[in-house]
């Protein structure tokens, strides 16, 4: 018999294991770009220019040392590792991304790896038989981070963790904190 990972999720509000569609902002990869003078009404524009060539990028004293940036990203699921008490009280909520594994053909090495649990910063999620809303995949506890609870509007799954799954994934967190 096949054990699942997952269950439906019956909850329409953010919870502990709760997974969403996200566009992790705060996970983007170099090169960033300035975007300057912005104008988002049509005809939409704006000036850009690479970080490193911005003068005084995010110290701009009239922006309040905040800057538009463009990057380069991709969509990659989230579950929310937040207590279900911090949700309650907090705007910002901790989440760590889902990355699938079976894309790069050049880190075959790196994902039979992953795939036996050899790095405690990774937790290997098989494909699910029951669910296949997500791929064969792994969280990254490097890339835990706190977000706006905004980002998560309209992006919620219909599965879930089970709770011996979310335990788990709590436990090899907290386990890799106290590794480093």
Do not use: C
């Not at 912005?38 to 110290?59: D, M, S």
């Amino acid at each position: 018999m096949t054990v699942s990972l997952y269950q439906i999720d019956k909850q329409t509000t953010p919870h502990r294991g709760a997974i969403y569609k996200f566009r992790p902002v705060s996970w983007l990869e170099p090169p960033l770009w300035i975007l300057r003078d912005v104008r988002l009404a049509p005809p939409r524009q704006a000036n850009i220019y690479p970080e490193n060539e911005a003068q005084n990028a995010f110290r701009l004293a009239h922006q309040n040392n905040e800057e538009d940036i463009m990057a380069r990203a991709k969509k990659r699921p989230v579950v929310i590792l937040s207590s279900d008490i911090d949700i309650k009280s907090h705007s910002n909520l901790v989440v760590a991304p889902i990355y699938s594994i079976g894309s790069d053909k050049s880190n075959k090495d790196l994902e039979e790896k992953i795939r036996n649990n050899e790095y405690p910063e990774y937790f290997y999620l098989p494909k699910d038989p029951i669910n296949p809303i997500l791929e064969e995949g792994y969280i990254n506890f490097r890339k835990v981070h706190s977000i706006n609870r905004k980002f998560l509007e309209n992006g919620k799954i219909t599965i879930t963790f089970t709770p011996d799954v979310i335990e788990a994934i709590l436990y090899r967190y907290i386990s890799y904190f106290r590794l480093k």
